[in-house]
Structures are given as C-alpha cells and as structure tokens.
C-alpha cells in the first residue's frame, strides 16, 4: 500500500509530501509528477517517483495499485479541460481498485466560475464508485502574500471584493489537513469544507500590509470589470482575469467565508493567520 499524490512538486504537492515524510516512512510515499528532475530532493529522501501527465492518460495505467490511498491535486491548466484531465486519473483509480481518493475541490458555496471545474470532478469522482474525500479547500494566504511587489510599489490592494470576507489559511495548513487524511482512518465518502480561522477582509489585509510595512497602504474595491482590465493590462490571459474577478464578486457575497472548523480539526492546529503569512513574505 502506498500514499499517493499528485501533482506532487507543485506548490500544495510539495508541502503535502514534506508532512508525510514526518509522518510514515519514504519508501510508502509515491510523488507522481510531470518533470522527474524538480523531484529529486524527494528521490534523494526514499519517496517513489512517478512520471505521469494528466493529458497522457496511458501513463496513468500502471501509477496506483490495489488497496492505495491517492491525493489527486486539482490541475492548474484551465485551458485544457481539467475535468477531462481529473476523470483520468479517477478512471485509473478505479481501475486499480484504491481504498480512497481525496481531491482538492473548492468550497461549497462557490458559486464563481472557478469552481466549475471542481463541481464536474466531484460529480465524476462520485459516479465513480471510488472511495473519497472532498476537501474543498478554501482561498490560500499566499495567493495574496505571494504577489506582493505592486501591492508595495503602489501602496494600494486592489480588488472587488466589496467588505466580503474570506476564511484564508496557508497551503500548509491545507495540506495538513490531506495528510490527516490520507495517514488517518474513516474518511471515506466524506466532505471536508476547509478554511481559515479568522476571516479577514481586503481592507483588513490593507491595514495589517499598512502596519507590519510602515506604509499607508489602501484598499482600492473596483468594478470587477475595471479589475479585469488592470489584471489583463498586467499580462494576464482575459478569460483567467475574468475568473479571478469572478472569484472577488463571489467573495463579495460571502461564498469564502468557512464556518466548519474542519480545517484546523483535521489538521489539529489552529490556521495559519494572514499576518503571519504577511511577516514571512516580507522576509523573503
């Protein structure tokens, strides 16, 4: 029996192997990934390397084996059907016969484009007949900390969210949450609605950038059209800034808030602040 996670040198992927590697032994450890050589320090550690692509569906034929519990992280290729791509490794599971398959959904609520996708592979993964897990994860931290350069150049967060709120948590509070899964027992067939804590709003955000920077850094709430016009004016593919806008009028709407405690039950910790996500980008 083997744990095994895909999308395995990603940014969620790393950090769900790091914790399992605390938690049972290398050689129980499978990282499937697209580019072996950005898994070497893994390969160097005893975890097995897989190679396998979602858009080669042959080289998932011989990836999962009897009796083994799979992570599947949620492709990030939105112009490629990752439906499409997610029923691949679903069939190959099934095929298989795996105890369980968790997949990183979004949450329940979310009624924004983004999360149509993640509805269709719930539904695929449901009519499969496989053992799951749904862990809808709610927003990461560091989508925001991760990108804070023209925050800080114009001492502005621009979004158009409204006062909405949203219940972030770092990805590593995430993937405790998925290791606990794939280590512990009785998670079949059952949803996990995951997110922060404390629900934070922009202009929350922009008070604690303004503090911990020593800045007077505003929150600037757009039309979600203006926003995709600076998002597209930045480089970004329409249809991907017309998501993300889809994402800020649904936080507007309170679809990010998550009130289940899941998260930090699961993992057994209490989420990950955004000002302590902010202090580490502004470290690094």
């Given at each position: ?34 580019t072996p050589e950005k898994a070497a320090d893994f390969a160097e550690r ?171 850094i505003t929150y600037n709430n757009v039309p ?61």
């Amino acid at each position: 029996m083997s744990i095994v996670v895909t999308g395995a040198t990603g940014h969620l992927g790393r950090h769900v192997v790091e914790q399992l590697l605390e938690k049972v032994p290398a050689d129980q450890i499978t990282a499937v990934v697209r580019t072996p050589e950005k898994a070497a320090d893994f390969a160097e550690r005893g975890v097995k390397i897989v190679v396998a692509d979602y858009n080669t569906p042959e080289t998932f034929d011989t990836v999962f084996a009897a009796g083994d519990k799979v992570l599947l992280i949620s492709g990030n290729e939105f112009e490629k059907g990752r439906v499409g791509q997610h029923k691949v490794v679903i069939e190959a599971a099934k095929a298989a016969g795996v105890a369980l398959l968790a997949y990183t959904s979004a949450p329940g609520p979310l009624a924004a484009a983004l999360a149509d996708d993640h509805r269709g592979t719930e539904e695929a993964l449901l009519a499969s007949g496989v053992p799951y897990a749904l862990l809808r994860n709610g927003w990461y931290n560091e989508n925001y900390t991760e990108n804070l350069a023209p925050v800080l150049e114009h001492n502005a967060v621009v979004a158009a969210a409204g006062d909405g709120r949203i219940s972030a948590a770092s990805r590593a509070d995430y993937a405790a949450a998925a290791v606990a899964v794939l280590t512990g027992e009785g998670h079949e067939n059952q949803t996990y609605e995951l997110g922060g804590d404390e629900a934070w709003s922009f202009a929350e955000y922009a008070a604690e950038l303004s503090r911990q920077t020593g800045k007077e850094i505003t929150y600037n709430n757009v039309p979600a059209e203006t926003l995709i016009g600076i998002l597209t004016g930045a480089g970004l593919p329409e249809p991907f800034a017309a998501i993300l806008a889809g994402v800020d009028t649904s936080i507007a709407q309170g679809q990010l808030v998550v009130s289940s405690g899941d998260l930090s039950r699961l993992s057994g910790r209490t989420t990950t602040p955004i000002s302590e996500s902010i202090a580490l980008a502004l470290k690094g």
